[in-house]
């Protein structure tokens, strides 16, 4: 897998290689699912180098599909899987899904808020979606990782996060997004999702 940049910033100026690009991968899947690329970014990921691990042929077929389908399309396709007027709504939402907890799904967004203010983090705000929309959480654990909430936070406090708000659901809903009807540019976003957070969990398990 070849190394890319997104959205670097001062924060990861002194962040290890392999942190980086944890942060990197967290960090792109949460633009992408938060809003439909722009052409700056389109052209980034028109450029990627994959290779013939799992997750570098991820990245040939997101180059791949790039290529092909202009900004006004994805935009079209985001809109179609995200919003909930959709026939084809996929649901990005931790609250939306039961597999997280025994607590009401309403307890979701508050137990995550309860967190946060413990961990003295200020979550970017997003129009129109809440703090538990994936694009959220794994922006989330971009900053967690590249000290863009003032330090970095150590694996124990990360595994904390991805267990308890990432790992319960997310790859459901990468699994459902991967597999809609209309996915076409979002569905290589959602196998790199899914094959990203394996190697996460499988890493957190053994304590890398």
Same mark, same amino acid.
């Given at each position: 897998?070849s !190394? ?7 924060? /990861? ?10 942060? #990197?991968?967290?960090?792109?899947l ?6 439909? @690329?722009?052409?700056? *970014?389109?052209?980034? =990921? #028109?450029?990627?180098? $994959?290779?013939?691990?799992? *997750?570098?042929?991820? &990245?040939?077929t997101? +180059? ?5 389908? +202009? ?8 809109? #179609?899987?995200?919003?909930?007027? +959709?026939?084809?709504? %996929? ?12 607590? @009401?799904?309403? #307890? ?14 200020? !979550?970017?705000?997003?129009h129109? %979606?809440?703090?538990?929309?994936? $694009? !959220? =959480?794994?922006?989330?654990?971009? $900053? ?7 330090? %970095? ?15 319960? /659901? ?9 597999? +809609?009807?209309? !996915? ?8 790199? $999702?899914?094959?990203? *957070? ?5 890493? &957190?398990?053994?304590?890398?």
């Open positions: 897998m !190394a890319f940049a997104f959205d670097q910033n001062d924060d /990861w100026d002194d962040t290890p290689e392999t942190e980086l690009l944890r942060a #990197q991968l967290y960090a792109l949460a633009h992408l699912l938060l809003m439909p @690329p722009k052409m700056e *970014l389109l052209l980034t =990921l #028109q450029n990627l180098a $994959g290779d013939s691990s799992n *997750l570098g042929q991820c &990245f040939t997101i +180059s791949l599909t790039a290529r092909r389908m +202009s900004p006004a399309l994805i935009k079209h396709e985001h809109h #179609q899987l995200f919003h909930t007027e +959709s026939y084809n709504y %996929v649901r990005p939402h931790q609250s939306e899904y039961h597999t997280c907890s025994a607590t @009401p799904i309403d #307890q979701c967004l508050q137990d995550l808020q309860e967190d946060l203010q413990k961990s003295h983090i200020i !979550a970017p705000a997003h129109g %979606v809440n703090q538990d929309h994936a $694009g !959220a =959480l794994l922006e989330l654990m971009a $900053g967690m990782i590249s000290g863009a909430f003032g330090r %970095v936070m150590d694996l124990e406090e990360q595994q904390h996060y991805f267990k308890k708000y990432v790992l319960c /659901w997310m790859p459901l809903f990468f699994e459902k997004l991967e597999t +809609s009807e209309i !996915a076409t540019f979002y569905m290589p976003i959602a196998t790199l $999702g899914r094959q990203f *957070l394996e190697i996460e969990k499988q890493a &957190f398990e053994i304590g890398i």
